[in-house]
C-alpha cells in the first residue's frame, strides 16, 4: 500500500511540477504567455474589488506573483510526494487563487469557444482541489483514536 500511496502523488503531483516547470522556462521571457492572462484577469479582479469596496488598491507586480506561484507549486509538489500534509495545503491555496483568476470563464458569454475551454480548465482546478481536501481528509482519523484492548490477567489456579 505504502508504494501504491506514493506512486499516486507523484503521478498526481505531475501536473504541478510539470507546469512549474514549464512556467519557469517561459519566465525568463518577459513572464511568458501567463503572465499576459495573469496581468489582465488580476487587472478585472483589482477593478471588482476596488468598486465593491471604495478604495484603490495598490499595483501588483505580476513578475513577483508568478514567481511566487512557481516556487509554491514546485515545493508544494515536492512536499506533497513525501507525504506532508503542508505540501497539500500549499497547493490548495495556489489552486485556490489561481484558478479563479486565470480560469475566468465567467467573463465569456455561453456561446464563445473561450468559455468552454476555461470552464473545463477551471473544473479541472476544483476536481484537483477536491483530491486534495480528499488526501487531507484521510490523513486526519476522525473522532477518538481507538485503544489498543487490555489483555484481562487469568487467575491463578491454586
Known amino acids: 500500500m505504502g508504494f501504491l500511496s506514493f506512486a499516486g502523488r507523484l503521478l498526481f503531483t505531475s501536473v504541478f511540477l510539470l507546469t512549474a516547470w514549464q512556467e519557469f522556462n517561459e519566465f525568463r521571457v ?7 492572462v495573469f496581468k489582465h484577469n488580476t487587472g478585472l ?5 476596488s468598486s465593491h469596496l471604495g478604495v484603490q488598491l495598490p499595483a501588483i507586480e ?15 509538489a515536492i512536499l506533497f510526494i513525501l507525504g506532508s500534509p503542508v ?10 487563487v ?3 483568476i486565470t480560469h ?4 465569456y458569454n ?10 473545463s480548465e477551471f473544473a479541472q482546478g476544483v476536481a484537483l482541489s477536491g483530491a486534495l481536501l480528499i488526501f487531507l481528509g ?6 477518538p483514536s481507538r485503544q489498543p484492548k487490555k489483555s484481562v490477567p487469568k487467575s491463578k489456579k491454586s
Open 30 to 36: 518577459g513572464g511568458g504567455p501567463i503572465a499576459a
Open 45 to 49: 479582479v483589482a477593478a471588482q474589488i
Open 62 to 76: 505580476i513578475n513577483h506573483i508568478l514567481a511566487t506561484t512557481i516556487v509554491l507549486k514546485g515545493i508544494g
Open 87 to 96: 505540501g497539500a495545503y500549499i497547493l490548495l491555496l495556489h489552486l485556490a
Open 98 to 100: 489561481s484558478t479563479s
Open 104 to 107: 475566468d470563464f465567467y467573463n
Open 110 to 119: 455561453i456561446g464563445e469557444p473561450e468559455f468552454f475551454r476555461l470552464l
Open 138 to 143: 484521510m490523513r486526519r482519523k476522525p473522532g
